[in-house]
T-cell receptor, first 109, second 116 residues
Framework: GENVEQHPSTLSVQEGDSAVIKCTYS??????FPWYKQELGKGPQLIID?????GEKKDQRIAVTLNKTAKHFSLHITETQPEDSAVYFC????????FGAGTRLTVKP | EPEVTQTPSHQVTQMGQEVILRCVPI?????FYWYRQILGQKVEFLVS????????KSEIFDDQFSVERPDGSNFTLKIRSTKLEDSAMYFC??????????????FGPGTRLTVT
C-alpha cells in the first residue's frame, strides 16, 4: 500500500519568513495530493490540493509543487503569520488516502 | 458554509462495550469516510463508503468495526467490543465525488473516544 513520508516533523520560523514542508510517496498510482491544516482540538482542514496532471498550484500565500517522477511534493507558505501556526499534514490518494506524520509549524511573532 | 458534524464530541466507555459514533456529512455529498488519529500520531484511513456499500477499508478496519448509513443524513461507525487501543480521535469526512480518483474530502471536528 501507499506510504507517505513527511519532513520536517517540527518547523519554527519568524513571522514573514517562508516555510517549506516536503513529502514523498511510494505508490505511483496515487493521483491526488491534498494538504491539511489541523489546529488544536479540531479536524483537518483542507488548505490546498494538487492532482497528478499538474506540477504546481498556488493560492495566495500557499503553493504546492509536485514531481511525479521523483514521487515527492511540497507545501510552500510565504510571508508566514502567527495564525499559520498549526500541524500540517500531507496526504496521497489513489484507492484510499494515506497521510504523512505531520509537521508542527510554529511562527514566532 | 456547509460542514460535517459529529456527535458526541467526547465518548468515554469501558473496555468491551459497544460504541456508536455519529456523523452528518455535507448534504449533497455521496462519499463518506472514517479516519482515526491516535494522540500525537498521523491520521489513519479506516473505511470509505458509497451507495450503501464499503468501497475500501484498511487493515485497521477489522470485524470489530462496522459502518452504516441508517437514514438519508447520518453515517455511523460502530465498534462492537472496544479495546484500550481503540482510544483515539475519530474523524468523519465526506466528498461530493470519488473515491477513485480521490476528490476533496471535508472533515468533521472529530469524536474523542476514551476506552478505560
Amino acid at each position: 500500500g501507499e506510504n507517505v513520508e513527511q519532513h520536517p516533523s517540527t518547523l519554527s520560523v519568524q513571522e514573514g519568513d517562508s516555510a517549506v514542508i516536503k513529502c514523498t510517496y511510494s505508490d505511483s498510482a496515487s493521483n491526488y495530493f491534498p494538504w491539511y491544516k489541523q489546529e488544536l482540538g479540531k479536524g483537518p482542514q483542507l488548505i490546498i490540493d494538487i492532482r497528478s496532471n499538474v506540477g504546481e498550484k498556488k493560492d495566495q500565500r500557499i503553493a504546492v509543487t509536485l514531481n511525479k517522477t521523483a514521487k515527492h511534493f511540497s507545501l510552500h507558505i510565504t510571508e508566514t503569520q502567527p495564525e499559520d501556526s498549526a500541524v500540517y499534514f500531507c496526504a496521497a490518494s489513489g484507492d484510499d488516502m494515506r497521510f504523512g506524520a505531520g509537521t508542527r509549524l510554529t511562527v514566532k511573532p | 458554509e456547509p460542514e460535517v458534524t459529529q456527535t458526541p464530541s467526547h465518548q468515554v466507555t469501558q473496555m468491551g462495550q459497544e460504541v456508536i459514533l455519529r456523523c452528518v456529512p455535507i448534504s449533497n455529498h455521496l462519499y463518506f469516510y472514517w479516519y482515526r488519529q491516535i494522540l500525537g500520531q498521523k491520521v489513519e484511513f479506516l473505511v470509505s463508503f458509497y451507495n450503501n456499500e464499503i468501497s475500501e477499508k484498511s487493515e485497521i478496519f477489522d470485524d470489530q468495526f462496522s459502518v452504516e448509513r441508517p437514514d438519508g443524513s447520518n453515517f455511523t461507525l460502530k465498534i462492537r467490543s472496544t479495546k484500550l487501543e481503540d482510544s483515539a480521535m475519530y474523524f468523519c469526512a465526506s466528498s461530493a465525488f470519488g473515491p477513485k480518483p480521490a476528490y476533496e474530502q471535508y472533515f468533521g471536528p472529530g469524536t474523542r473516544l476514551t476506552v478505560t
